[in-house]
């Protein structure tokens, strides 16, 4: 169960960055894959993520999920390359108005996802998520964005309560390019997984796992796997955000 729209980076980061260049900076250490040059900074701030505990206790992993869907929660998290580059994510949700996904009525959330570099805007994503609030079902999403389309083919209910360590099928789901719902860009799968944390928190990670089409492809998309991972205690209330998707084709944590 993907609550929210959080592969899209992934699938957008490589034309994104190459179109992005070094954002206006001239110590170039070397270049990437697209011939565009990679920028050494000063040694970053940002500190080294948590070293994880691995939590005995028992977290509720279906009101963590509708914690996720409903609530109004804004986070912040960064991540710097081998050269110094230091990448922010501004990750939002706000509860949106009640709508129709398809023929079906549906609980809306919209999320807006901007990432910069060295403090300097690169792209902003949008999207509204639809979901049956109870019992909780994610129906799809539409961002503004190539294969920013996505409609829920399969979907499994979460579990009340998981402990540390212990994953969960979530649905498969058809990417569209655009909100026609004509072109198939890609598949997903998505699992629900409760990573280590803190000796009273968990990460409630949803892991996306995309396979590209011959359109997805030739739409400048990039496949993996992705995840988003909120911080949640026992009760499932939100408490912070992990994300990791690819910068210039390499995976990197944004906490």
Not at 58 to 79: E, K
Not at 176 to 198: F, H, P
Request: charged share 5%.
């Amino acid at each position: 169960m993907r609550p929210v729209s959080t592969k899209l980076f992934g699938l957008t980061i490589v034309s994104l960055l190459a179109l992005a260049g070094c954002g206006g900076n001239s110590n170039i250490c070397g270049y990437d894959v697209y011939g565009d040059p990679l920028v050494c900074q000063a040694t970053p701030s940002i500190p080294s993520p948590p070293t994880p505990v691995a939590s005995s206790v028992s977290f509720s992993v279906a009101q963590g999920l509708i914690n996720i869907a409903t609530q109004n929660y804004a986070f912040t998290v960064n991540s710097v390359d081998g050269y110094g580059n230091i990448y922010t994510i501004q990750y939002s949700s706000v509860p949106g108005q009640p709508s129709m996904f398809g023929t079906t009525s549906a609980s809306t959330a919209n999320i807006t996802q901007a990432l910069s570099e060295n403090s300097s805007p690169l792209q902003t994503i949008t999207s509204t998520n639809y979901y049956i609030q109870s019992p909780y079902q994610f129906l799809g999403s539409v961002s503004n964005v190539p294969g920013g389309s996505e409609v829920v083919n399969s979907f499994q209910v979460a579990p009340v309560s998981g402990l540390v360590g212990q994953t969960f099928p979530s649905y498969t789901a058809t990417v569209y390019r655009d909100s026609t719902n004509t072109v198939v860009d890609a598949t997903l799968t998505e699992t629900i997984g409760l990573s280590a944390d803190t000796s009273t928190t968990a990460l409630l990670c949803l892991i996306d796992t995309i396979q590209l089409t011959q359109a997805g492809i030739s739409d400048n998309l990039s496949g993996g796997t992705y995840s988003n991972c909120f911080r949640i205690d026992p009760n499932g209330n939100v408490l912070g955000l992990q994300i990791t998707t690819q910068i210039n084709g390499m995976p990197m944590l944004f906490y």
